[in-house]
């Protein structure tokens, strides 16, 4: 198996990069530039302040900031002393920010004042009774009662918090004997079975839950994607996908901190703005969600802008000729999620499948177990049968937080992901749908993909979305959104005849609703469509008699 040489934690692993590509710029933001040996440095002085602040191994610290400098130094601060990160999702409103500030239990925050407009400190003063009351730190008050330290990067407006970069250099000060040599001990004790993160997954049908990865884990796996991906040195990978999410740090980040690589950011991503920055930066690799580059490409200033540095990538409208495929669907997909540190399967995506594995996600990733098992009884089912994919291996959570490990994992260690598909007898994998999202109707079961990529061929349908609505005798029925093409028509009677055509009858939909925005459908904040939300709406159009 391709895993670096060198032992994966993250203090060695900052110190090898730091030796090998020192000079080399590592994230670039704006009129930011910051190379290896700087944010080893950076991130030195505020892990010697965190620790001078009582922070150690195993403490649980918040970090609720942007893509950027600022984000990684932090990052590294927290982990390369041992200490627990847990990356908040900068979109949080107050409902949300107290949850998992509750949730997690998290002892020290490090924050930035305001962001875009989010304001971060006023909603944290509106969302934990008490906090406006403390008038020093260590905070002691009942709705966070693990709540110790809130630290701020940008003008303090609240009296209860403090100025992280000015007080940690404070409190450093104030203990000379937590120096260079001592920073060096500490590191030499974090291994690469203790926890380095708490991921969030995004929560679209339930309360997220909170994944737990250790060093090695997280190390080892963006070291082995990087052996499909062949990211080099010299590369300036752009992606506008969140470090908070798993995707972002492990397949963005990580990914370029193990070739040495430039990380290529922005405060958020605006399609005019957006291709200037990756001209002027020349990127050499994008990644990111399909919709980003449609927004690029039917921008006035697409056809202006120089992009011909870009060399690979996911995003597929921006890249130049000879590198963007004719036939996206013949490149290899992944599949992937928090639990599992990013990909579970996956192929090189910059070359072409032959038509046989057309939609495929891949293969597993080396030392990745899988298997597929019956949804209601755990049957494992044989190659081409479609069941509920269980994943096995080094990259799997050590645990869910707040959840016993019979609750996560069964007897033989397996997790089960809630995704169904299959495996074909050479090894590669077709996803369908989430198990819970597979509809049953009268008896036969219907995967909602399928019936949303054959009304995605009309061409006045922009998307089509597909989820299963009660019925007391059928058990579901279909029923199906659909965001009609800018200009075009589409009414349910010329869907229906159409997919009468292609599809056998029960997963012909019964009920549609017509929109010409997807603004108008419930969307979660990792750009997917909220399925829970969506059936919830559906279902109450359905008993109005209204689709």
Not at 60 to 68: D, I, K, S
Not at 200 to 225: E, M, Q
Not at 450 to 456: G, H, I, K, S, T
Request: glycine share 8%; aromatic share 10%; net charge negative.
């Amino acid at each position: 198996m391709p895993f670096p040489d060198f032992t994966p934690s993250l203090p060695v692993f900052l110190k090898t990069m730091t030796e090998r590509r020192g000079d080399a710029e590592m994230i670039v933001l704006g009129d930011q530039r910051v190379t290896y040996k700087q944010a080893n440095e950076r991130s030195a002085e505020i892990a010697k302040g965190l620790l001078a602040a009582g922070v150690t191994k195993g403490s649980r610290v918040a970090l609720l900031m942007p893509n950027g400098p600022d984000w990684i130094v932090n990052w590294l601060a927290i982990t390369r002393i041992g200490a627990l990160c847990i990356p908040f999702n900068t979109f949080y409103q107050k409902r949300e920010l107290y949850w998992v500030m509750r949730h997690s239990d998290c002892q020290v925050l490090l924050t930035l004042d305001k962001f875009l407009k989010h304001s971060y400190l006023q909603r944290l003063e509106d969302c934990a009774p008490g906090l406006k009351e403390q008038t020093k730190q260590p905070f002691h008050f009942p709705s966070l009662p693990f709540l110790r330290n809130v630290y701020v990067w940008g003008e303090v407006t609240h009296p209860w918090a403090q100025n992280g970069p000015e007080a940690l250099k404070a409190l450093a000060a104030e203990h000379p004997d937590i120096d260079d040599a001592y920073l060096a001990e500490v590191e030499k004790d974090v291994t690469p079975a203790d926890p380095m993160i708490m991921i969030y997954s995004s929560g679209s049908t339930a309360d997220p839950k909170a994944a737990i990865h250790s060093h090695g884990a997280v190390i080892r796996h963006s070291f082995n994607l990087n052996a499909e991906r062949k990211v080099f040195p010299e590369d300036r990978l752009y992606s506008p996908m969140p470090f908070f999410w798993v995707g972002g740090f492990v397949f963005g980040l990580l990914s370029a901190m193990h070739a040495g690589a430039c990380m290529l950011c922005e405060d958020h991503f605006d399609p005019g703005t957006t291709l200037a920055f990756l001209e002027k930066e020349k990127a050499t690799i994008v990644a990111g969600w399909a919709h980003y580059g449609k927004a690029m490409t039917d921008h006035e200033d697409f056809a202006k802008r120089d992009l011909s540095s870009l060399r690979a990538g996911n995003i597929w409208d921006i890249l130049p000729d000879g590198v963007r495929p004719d036939d996206p669907e013949l490149r290899s997909n992944s599949l992937g999620m928090t639990e599992t540190c990013g990909p579970h399967t996956f192929k090189n995506m910059d070359s072409d499948m032959p038509e046989s594995l057309r939609g495929s996600f891949g293969k597993s990733v080396d030392q990745v177990q899988h298997k597929i098992v019956h949804p209601d009884t755990g049957e494992t089912l044989a190659a081409g049968e479609l069941g509920e994919i269980c994943v096995r291996g080094y990259n799997v959570t050590q645990g869910l937080y707040k959840l016993e490990r019979e609750d996560v994992f069964d007897a033989d260690g397996w997790y089960h992901t809630g995704d169904g598909g299959y495996f074909t007898e050479g090894g590669y994998l077709y996803f369908k749908a989430r198990i819970r999202e597979l509809i049953k109707t009268a008896g036969a079961s219907v995967t909602p993909r399928e019936v949303e990529l054959v009304l995605e061929t009309l061409d006045s349908v922009k998307a089509a979305f597909v989820v299963g609505v009660p019925d007391p005798e059928r058990g579901q029925n279909v029923a199906v959104a659909i965001v009609r093409e800018e200009g075009k028509s589409v009414d349910a009677d010329s869907a229906r005849k159409f997919l009468r055509g292609e599809l056998s009858a029960y997963k012909v939909p019964k009920h549609y609703f017509f929109v010409d925005s997807q603004d108008d459908l419930p969307f979660t904040d990792t750009a997917k469509i909220d399925k829970k939300k969506l059936t919830a709406i559906m279902a109450d159009k359905v008993k109005a008699g209204e689709v």
